[in-house]
């Protein structure tokens, strides 16, 4: 199971994310991407969502 997280501290809230994987990401209250459904990452392409992210908020493993 591929493993995605989100650093809040990097994260510009572009939510270009979510456009890519919306099933796994969500941008919360604070206009910061979240991780809402990691088990849903083997679903879409969690990893090009982590290299397109233009701060590189978002790590992705398997």
């Known amino acids: 199971?591929?493993?995605v997280k989100v650093d809040?501290?990097?994260c510009i809230g572009c939510g270009l994310c979510v456009s890519l994987c919306p099933d796994v990401f969500e941008l919360g209250s604070d206009g910061k991407s979240h991780v809402k459904n990691p088990k849903a990452c083997d679903k879409c392409d969690c990893k090009q969502a982590a290299e397109s992210c233009p701060v590189q908020a978002i790590t992705y493993s398997k």
Request: aromatic share 0%; net charge positive; glycine share 0%.
């Open 8 to 10: 809040p501290e990097k």
């Open 1 to 3: 199971m591929a493993k």
